[in-house]
């Protein structure tokens, strides 16, 4: 029997592994995800059956939405299934006490592109989910993260300090 497991998990996980660039994630990730809205206002959570995470929505989402669903509300799909046909990841220094989607001064927002509503489809969640940044794992996931950029920081650190004694020592010989 396979575990299922959360798919913002996973999705999140990959951007963290990859430094978080959106641009090397495996592109079977990068699919239409169909979510639950578990709120819609102050803030716009989607969830998928584990963990909710907030949706960011660009300018041109914002407008093609009203454009093509005029009789829906954003505020209304509360409770409802939607479908994010087109999204991405970014990476987005926060302060992490004023942002409780987030951890260690860290967060991937998933921006919206474009959203499509399923009305029609009712969906209830076997589970209530959870902040997907106070799940253990990602907390290690982040802070293994946070670890390798520290690395990579020190690492250019080192070197420049080793090229510059090089140098000055060209200079005194």
């Not at 575990?3 to 999140?12: C, I, N, P, T, W």
């Not at 001064?105 to 076997?126: C, D, Q, S, Y």
């Not at 959870?130 to 993260?145: A, C, G, P, S, W």
Request: with cysteine; glycine share 2%.
């Amino acid at each position: 029997m396979s575990k299922v497991q959360s798919a913002f998990k996973q999705l999140y996980t990959e951007m963290f592994n990859k430094e978080g660039d959106f641009s090397k994630v495996n592109k079977d990730y990068k699919k239409p995800l169909k979510c639950f809205v578990k709120e819609a206002f102050p803030h716009f959570m989607v969830s998928d059956g584990f963990f909710f995470v907030p949706c960011y929505f660009t300018k041109e989402c914002i407008s093609d939405f009203k454009k093509n669903f005029s009789n829906v509300n954003l505020v209304d799909l509360a409770e409802k299934v939607v479908v994010l046909t087109s999204w991405s990841l970014e990476m987005k220094k926060v302060n992490s006490s004023e942002v409780f989607t987030s951890y260690a001064n860290l967060e991937a927002r998933l921006i919206v592109h474009t959203l499509k509503p399923n009305l029609g489809e009712k969906l209830a969640p076997l589970r209530y989910p959870t902040n997907l940044y106070r799940d253990d794992e990602m907390k290690t996931v982040i802070q293994h993260f946070r670890h390798e950029c520290i690395q990579v920081c020190l690492n250019s650190i080192a070197i420049f300090i080793k090229q510059s004694l090089y140098f000055l020592i060209f200079l005194v010989y």
